[in-house]
């Protein structure tokens, strides 16, 4: 069965530094893998995704993630935080025959001013 | 282009009651998902749809959900008899007319359902 971890309930990070949130997978076969954010009152948005490749993956909003296969990890990354980046950042998994998105339990980013 | 729209985005029901959730993807997308969306949690997948059949409703947590899409466009989830438990934010996502597993799912912003 194909599966993420979201480790951090919660993340505080201080605007202008750079922010981890992070995500580990279990997955049979090709691992795809998503980011999506949630604003209030708002469905999820997506932000990148591995497929296969360069094992940075840029996406919307000057986000970025790092595939790590020794390690099954697809930490999201930002160099400089914004306090509009702060929402809910859900790590996603579609794959090994199955249609349906695994989301994890996702991590809650707040960007101090 | 219009995205996902969900319709209605609040629903409060009292215990027993029957209610149906609409969906509206993304025109020309095949694809059709539902998710439930309990607070604090991340979405978890009730079913799915290719164009009008229903490939995988093996996310639906009773018989008392059942979900339809009978043109292959618009869908509807509908909980008979809600219960209190059924409480949650309901997300319908379609997907790219040419599916793939690594495509990304574009999500409407989600029914509300509040039973009291």
């Known amino acids: 069965a194909q599966s993420v971890a979201q480790p951090e309930d919660q993340v505080n990070v201080a605007e202008g530094n750079p922010l981890t949130v992070k995500c580990t997978y279990s997955?049979?076969?090709?691992?795809?893998l998503f980011w999506y954010v949630q604003y209030p009152n708002r469905g999820l948005q997506f932000l990148l995704k591995y497929i296969t490749g360069d094992n940075l993956v840029k996406g919307s909003y000057g986000f970025e993630a790092e595939f790590n296969k020794s390690q099954t990890s697809f930490h999201l990354k930002k160099p400089s935080a914004l306090v509009s980046d702060s929402a809910l950042y859900f790590c996603?998994?579609?794959?090994?025959?199955?249609?349906?998105?695994?989301f994890g339990t996702g991590t809650k980013l707040q960007v101090i001013p | 282009g219009a995205g996902v729209s969900q319709s209605p985005r609040y629903k409060v029901a009292k215990r027993g009651q029957d209610v149906a959730l609409r969906c509206d993807p993304i025109?020309?997308?095949?694809?059709l998902f539902w998710y439930q969306q309990a607070l604090g949690q991340g979405p978890e997948f009730l079913t799915y749809?290719?164009?009008?059949?229903?490939?995988?409703k093996s996310g639906l947590p009773s018989d008392r959900f059942f979900a339809e899409r009978p043109e292959g466009s618009v869908s509807t989830l509908k909980i008979q008899r809600t219960q209190q438990e059924d409480s949650a934010v309901y997300l319908c996502a379609s997907s790219t007319p040419r599916d793939r597993e690594y495509n990304e799912q574009f999500f409407g912003p989600g029914t509300r359902l509040t039973v009291l």
């Open positions: 997955v049979s076969g090709n691992p795809y």
């Open positions: 749809f290719q164009n009008e059949a229903q490939l995988d």
């Open positions: 996603a998994t579609r794959g090994g025959g199955y249609q349906k998105v695994t």
């Open positions: 025109s020309g997308h095949v694809s």
